[in-house]
């Protein structure tokens, strides 16, 4: 990202301290902005200093199917005894970093999730799910262990274990009839 030597903080900010960024094909959003609760920009009425600034970065982009993939950086500039802060021109620049650097972050972190992810059909549509605990086939039998106990519970030969019974007791010291 190149500077603006002619900005304070080395790019055009709007009112709002917003800007918008695009540097090789892509769109940065920055913010700068103080951190106090008051719309006024003054001293502390307690501590009698001023807020410090946080100057935020997000980079996005957009995939197959609506997939967005974020990153986002923020700087913080503290203020120097009593004094205002001081515009920072290399501040943006580091915050567009870091969220650069997130952003490629999140990215390996999403192709790492893709390739664990293996459909449960041959469906060419992608609405395929990972199976869950408990669906695998019996490596004994070679039979869906869910499938066989829906059977079995249908002609009335199923077992404890298979209906998912259980017998227990509870036992209370407790003399209140309501805690029983």
Same mark, same amino acid.
């Given at each position: ?97 870091? $969220?650069? &650097?997130?952003? !490629? #972050?999140? *990215?390996? =972190? ?9 459909? +449960?059909? /041959? ?29 079995? $519970?249908? &002609?009335?030969? !199923? #077992?404890? *274990?298979? =209906? ?9 010291? +407790?003399? /209140?009839?309501?805690?029983?």
């Amino acid at each position: 990202m190149d500077i603006d030597p002619t900005q304070p903080w080395g790019l055009a900010i709007d009112y709002a301290g917003r800007a918008t960024l695009t540097e090789s094909g892509h769109t940065i959003h920055v913010n700068v902005s103080d951190t106090s609760l008051s719309s006024i920009v003054g001293p502390d009425s307690i501590s009698g200093t001023y807020s410090p600034v946080n100057v935020t970065a997000q980079f996005t982009e957009t995939g197959e199917g609506g997939a967005v993939l974020r990153g986002t950086g923020r700087v913080t500039i503290m203020p120097v005894g009593t004094d205002p802060v001081v515009p920072d021109p290399t501040a943006v620049q580091r915050a567009v970093a870091e $969220a650069l &650097t997130d952003f !490629a #972050t999140d *990215a390996a =972190a999403y192709v790492a999730l893709c390739a664990q992810w293996q459909p +449960d059909d /041959d469906a060419e549509d992608g609405d395929g799910t990972t199976p869950g605990p408990g669906t695998a086939p019996d490596p004994n039998t070679g039979a869906d262990p869910e499938t066989a106990a829906d059977t079995a $519970a249908e &002609t009335g030969t !199923a #077992t404890e *274990a298979d =209906a998912g019974t259980s017998t227990s007791t509870s036992t209370s010291t +407790d003399g /209140d009839p309501a805690m029983v």
